[in-house]
């Protein structure tokens, strides 16, 4: 080891990141750390608790399934995260908050030599702190007021309004006119309510770009489903393990039992068959043989097979469905946010109104000078400090709450469309359903094939074994001893207990296209046939009904068969359309939104994509495709459907907090303005009422904390 | 008033210091991870060796 240190050239060592779900409590962050170093090959490895994540580094030799098994030894499952999800949009939050650091370190110093001021320090030493105060505030308007100024900018060139530009010509007029008071030993500068108010509007700035990266970290750490690479076969019958972004047609990939496939191709070798549930919203699982066409996305059931690559990355099927993804998401970014709404009738209403004041006082006498002062007086009054935090301040607030209880919002937006929502479409497999194989004849079995059931299921990842074992897990029931446990790829685990031949495979029979199927045999005893169906999500038919109490009627759109579909829909009570390819559920959608309805789009597959996109607002299940979690507004965990029901009553809740927190800044406004067209307010009073209006709305933005609920 | 002389350049210096703190602990990911921070203050090191 001491060799290999002082040997290694000076180059940087691959570092790979993984997401570990399971991760709960301090012995785990020691657990892997100490763990994995302990590997060969492993350099380092650094957790991050708060995103559930681990960074090794590791000698380059390392392939990703070894790595995997590193982690999956120590005892966590881990899923490799692709570098696709970069941490650049984490710089925003970064940016804000160090401009809000230095904001707050202007403010604190400008109010102590203000205070001094305010309590009489007069000629000279009133003079000396002005000029310190510019002195402190000129820096920090240029630096921490740079995203007012470039968003204000911006707008005003695309002919548009919004929030930053009543605030960026406040600050500016503000600030210079400060100067020309402290140039000209006047008694009154606003170096402090300038300062005041960036912060106040940063902090609110700050607030919303956390929440966004927070949701964002836990989305991404969630993204699994199409599988980040493949085995592929090498020249020589060698195999690498090939990351799915340098995947060439013409590869040959090695397809485990269990594993998802990484890009589109056509089978070479091999019989199985694939899980397209993601794809198409079909249960049924379909038969490959050589020569089928998969792709990339579905899951391989039954049997290793080697599919040959033919389109990858930008090129596969998916690609369509991308594209009309991102058609249909062009409607979300037209929406326009509670807070730019409110500037567009603000910020005109303001200019007016402190232009007025100025041309007032001209016209009543004052000079040119006063008349000015009295009009910064009304900009720095009426600037939207409360209102800048009146919405981030509620929307951070709900959105810790529904994080705590399982709800990723993906930003402060999400919140204000899903409260508006008045209708909502559900896909059936995977959304209403769990859309994964649940046994359903398990009672049936006696306590001796129960026990061989759980032993032979642990020993397998095939998708039937998990179901089985997840199902007499919650049970409680005991595993039995088994030896000799060998998995034979596409017949099933085998096995010996009691000296007696067990085995959980594959039916013998010809049972397997009523359903899925497998079937217990133990030797010398009767054979015992597991069935399997997808079973409806906990608590569906409660949520439907909770979304009916709030106003919402709700509709399947189903990419199944209709067959398939009947049986949720009659025990949900609720209509549904079968059989629906990806457009035609957007079509669905936009006839809805024709009829002046706003859809709540809730879906999981990679088909319900461009419906998830086109929905005024989307939710998604944690179980969901890439696809479906990126197109989603939220994502929830867990297996119950509430949280559905959970997040439209928080969104609307957060809507009339939103509502209550703007009457009450207007109000702090309503209340002052006379006061500063009148000309009594000195920079006292305005500091006095922007903290004042500001902190009564983070107050009753908190009382959001369990919103949740 | 020599007082001040001496009071505010300390005043300021010492605020100066706080926010480079600020930014140098921005800069090295000292809030990177606030929660598992919480939680290394538990892991009992020398049992690992």
Not at chain 1, 114 to 136: E, K, M, N, P
Request: proline letters at 4%; a neutral charge.
């Amino acid at each position: 080891m001491t060799a290999a240190t002082s040997n290694r050239a000076p180059v940087e060592l691959p570092v790979s990141d993984f997401a570990i779900p399971g991760m709960r409590c301090a012995g785990c962050i020691s657990k892997l750390e100490s763990g994995l170093v302990l590997r060969p090959g492993i350099v380092n490895a650094r957790v991050n608790f708060t995103a559930k994540r681990v960074s090794v580094t590791h000698l380059p030799e390392m392939t990703m399934p070894q790595l995997l098994e590193a982690i999956t030894g120590i005892g966590f499952e881990a899923v490799a995260i692709s570098e696709s999800s970069g941490d650049n949009d984490n710089h925003e939050a970064k940016r804000l908050l160090k401009a809000m650091a230095v904001a707050g370190f202007a403010m604190m110093n400008i109010m102590l030599l203000s205070v001094s001021v305010w309590s009489g320090a007069s000629g000279v030493t009133r003079d000396l702190f002005h000029w310190l105060s510019a002195l402190i505030a000129l820096p920090t308007v240029v630096y921490s007021g740079q995203p007012f100024f470039s968003s204000a900018w911006s707008a005003l060139r695309k002919g548009r309004t919004n929030m930053d530009v009543p605030i960026s010509i406040g600050v500016t007029i503000t600030t210079a006119l400060s100067l020309y008071e402290t140039f000209t030993h006047g008694p009154h500068a606003y170096f402090d309510g300038v300062v005041m108010l960036l912060f106040f509007l940063l902090t609110g700035r700050w607030l919303d770009a956390v929440m966004r990266d927070r949701a964002r970290d836990g989305v991404s750490a969630l993204l699994k489903q199409t599988s980040a690479g493949a085995m592929v076969l090498q020249p020589g019958s060698k195999t690498a393990w090939i990351d799915a972004k340098a995947l060439k047609p013409n590869m040959v990939m090695l397809v485990a039992a269990g594993e998802r496939l990484a890009a589109d191709g056509m089978v070479t070798e091999g019989v199985s068959s694939f899980d397209l549930s993601l794809l198409t919203g079909e249960t049924t699982a379909q038969s490959v043989v050589v020569g089928s066409i998969v792709h990339a996305g579905t899951l391989n059931l039954d049997a290793p097979v080697h599919v040959r690559v033919t389109a990858a990355g930008a090129d596969t099927a998916i690609a369509d469905i991308a594209r009309l993804m991102e058609q249909a998401s062009q409607g979300k970014s037209l929406y326009v946010r509670v807070a730019d709404r409110a500037a567009r009738l603000y910020a005109p209403a303001v200019h007016t109104l402190a232009a007025l004041s100025f041309l007032g006082w001209m016209v009543a006498g004052a000079g040119w000078h006063e008349s000015l002062l009295i009009a910064v007086a009304v900009l720095i009054i009426t600037c939207p400090c409360a209102l800048g935090l009146a919405v981030p301040a509620a929307q951070i607030v709900v959105a810790g709450a529904l994080m705590r209880a399982g709800i990723l919002v993906k930003d402060g937006s999400a919140l204000e469309r899903l409260a508006e929502v008045d209708l909502a479409m559900f896909d059936k497999t995977g959304t209403l359903t769990m859309g994964r194989p649940t046994p359903i004849n398990l009672a049936d079995a006696n306590g001796e094939q129960k026990a061989v059931l759980l032993a032979l299921a642990r020993a397998s990842r095939h998708p039937l074994s998990e179901g089985i074992r997840r199902a007499l897990e919650i049970e409680g029931v005991a595993a039995g001893k088994i030896d000799q446990v060998r998995e034979v790829a596409g017949a099933g685990v085998f096995a010996t207990a009691n000296g007696h031949a067990v085995s959980l495979g594959r039916p013998d029979t010809e049972i397997s296209h009523e359903g899925l199927a497998s079937e217990l045999q133990i030797q010398g005893k009767p054979s015992f046939v597991v069935h399997f169906s997808d079973e409806m999500r906990p608590h569906a038919a409660a949520t439907l009904s909770e979304l009916q109490s709030l106003g919402l009627a709700s509709l399947i759109i189903s990419g199944d068969r209709a067959e398939s579909v009947a049986p949720v829909a009659r025990a949900l009570g609720i209509t549904a359309q079968t059989s629906m390819l990806p457009q035609e559920k957007l079509n669905a959608i936009a006839r809805q939104k024709a009829a002046g309805h706003k859809v709540l789009m809730v879906g999981d597959g990679l088909n319900d994509g461009p419906a998830l996109a086109a929905g005024y607002a989307s939710i998604a299940p944690a179980s969901a495709s890439d696809a479906g979690q990126n197109a989603a507004d939220v994502v929830f965990m867990g297996d119950a459907l509430t949280p559905v029901a959970t997040a439209i009553r928080a969104a609307r809740r957060t809507q009339h907090i939103v509502r209550q927190n703007f009457i009450l800044a207007i109000g702090y406004n309503a209340l002052a303005v006379p006061l500063a067209i009148a000309g009594y307010v000195t920079p006292l009073i305005a500091a006095a009422a922007m903290s004042g209006s500001s902190l009564v709305v983070v107050a009753n933005a908190l009382r959001l904390k369990n919103a949740a609920k | 008033m020599t007082g001040l002389a001496l009071l505010i350049p300390v005043a300021l210096g010492l605020g100066l210091l706080g926010l480079a703190g600020f930014f140098w602990s921005i800069k090295n990911g000292q809030f990177d991870d606030a929660d598992g921070a919480a939680l290394r203050i538990l892991i009992d090191e020398e049992d690992e060796l």
